[in-house]
């Protein structure tokens, strides 16, 4: 399986994480850290001020504040999330994140649903 992930599928390998950020002066930059068909890790990085407005998920995702703090909507509410937060997103709840606070960066692992279960 050959991809453009930041980490080789085939074989172990290590990253630092803080060295693969990108920002973006007024934009968001997602990269893809490993994409498999089990699981999809993605770092997100958002200049100050920017804004993914309310979506779902089909896959169930853990959101891993790396650095900074951000605001982020679920549950129906906000809520302020500093650097080393985990949140579990089940699949298709509904969600927002904003950069309220200055840059941040987040890590967000996808998580395929297992077929078996009953």
Do not use: K
């Not at 309310?54 to 703090?69: D, I, K, W």
């Amino acid at each position: 399986m050959t991809s453009a992930t930041l980490l080789p599928t085939e074989i172990a390998e290590a990253i630092f994480l803080p060295e693969i950020a990108q920002m973006a002066p007024a934009g968001i930059v997602s990269r893809t850290v490993l994409q498999t068909p089990e699981a999809r890790v993605v770092m997100f990085t958002f200049a100050d001020g920017q804004e993914l407005t309310s979506h779902t998920n089909r896959r169930r995702v853990l959101v891993h504040v790396l650095e900074g703090e951000c605001e982020f909507q679920f549950s129906g509410e906000w809520h302020r999330l500093g650097a080393g937060t985990l949140l579990h997103l089940p699949p298709n709840d509904p969600h927002a994140v904003r950069a309220s606070y200055g840059a941040f960066s987040m890590l967000l692992t996808f998580a395929a649903e297992s077929q078996s279960e009953t």
